[in-house]
């Protein structure tokens, strides 16, 4: 009898773990895909709403969920990375933290954090970056002689 209920219990867990992990995962992917979106702001709206104009009206909603599934298909592709180089756990960490009021304040600021910095980058490209190229560029290599 008592091996009877162990064995019952030992196939119990062999069930309930898989799907308890399973739950985990799909939990971690979700809270991620919602990060990305939540990451990305409304950057990718302000693109396709400048896009958007070019297509022809009645071609526009086909557009649209096109675009989505491309973008399905990209967060797919970034959580992957994510679960790449880090642990579930470090994962609900990350995801724990996005639910605090400092990690909902920065959340709301990074597009805005991206975008300004994004004009950094490209300043020191032009300004310092480019000349300095134009620079190495023009300067004939020394030869030493032996």
């Given at each position: 009898m008592k091996k009877s209920i162990l064995f019952q219990v030992f196939l119990l867990l062999l069930v309930i773990l898989p799907v308890?992990?399973?739950?985990?995962?799909?939990?971690?992917?979700?809270?991620?895909?919602?990060?990305?979106?939540?990451?990305?702001?409304?950057?990718?709206?302000?693109?396709?709403?400048?896009?958007?104009?070019?297509?022809?009206?009645?071609?526009?909603?086909?557009?649209?969920a096109e675009v989505k599934n491309?973008?399905?298909?990209?967060?797919?592709?970034?959580?992957?990375?994510?679960?790449e180089h880090c642990t579930e756990a470090d994962l609900k960490k990350l995801l724990a933290f996005y639910?605090?009021?400092?990690?909902?304040?920065?959340?709301?600021?990074?597009?805005?954090i991206m975008m300004e910095s994004q004009a950094i980058g490209q300043q020191m490209g032009v300004n310092k970056l480019y000349p300095l190229m134009q620079k190495f560029m023009a300067e004939q290599p020394v030869v030493e002689e032996d």
């Open positions: 308890s992990k399973l739950h985990s995962q799909e939990s971690i992917d979700s809270g991620l895909r919602k990060l990305i979106e939540a990451q990305s702001g409304n950057m990718i709206e302000n693109a396709l709403s400048q896009i958007i104009v070019n297509i022809p009206e009645e071609n526009r909603e086909a557009f649209k491309m973008f399905d298909a990209m967060y797919t592709d970034v959580i992957a990375v994510y679960k639910e605090t009021p400092a990690g909902k304040r920065i959340l709301g600021k990074t597009s805005e």
